[in-house]
Nanobody, 125 residues
């Protein structure tokens, strides 16, 4: 099994920054995880792809219009994936989910086998 625990969400003013973390743990299946991703879902909207990366640190991909403001990275020693979010806007408000998959970086939620519980990000003055 693979457990994913997100942290780092909160309330931030427009233009501010947050760094989300996703700590991974588990036995067995965790060794087959190849890539990690971040998705977000705002009330009344579909889950949206944010970013993904392989554990090797390469093959990072981003959702439309997010590259340049958001940066995904991995801390292999810490078994943690990070999402640095800068220049935040009110439309970035959502629950942010961490996910893991066995194949590789993917835009599609259906490719991810494991999910965290999510962390709330609210951008408001």
């Amino acid at each position: 099994q693979v457990q994913l625990v997100e942290s780092g969400g909160g309330l931030v003013q427009p233009g501010g920054s947050l760094r989300l973390s996703c700590a991974t743990s588990g036995t067995g299946s965790i060794f087959s995880v190849n890539a990690m991703g971040w998705f977000r879902q705002a009330p009344g909207k579909e889950r949206e792809f944010v970013a993904a990366i392989r554990w090797s640190g390469d093959s990072s991909i981003y959702g439309d219009s997010l590259k340049g403001r958001f940066t995904i990275s991995v801390g292999v020693a810490e078994n943690t994936v990070y999402l640095q979010m800068n220049s935040l806007k009110p439309e970035d408000s959502a629950v942010y989910y961490c996910a893991a998959n066995k194949s590789g970086s993917s835009w599609y939620a259906s490719d991810y086998e494991y999910w965290g519980q999510g962390t709330q990000v609210t951008v408001s003055s």
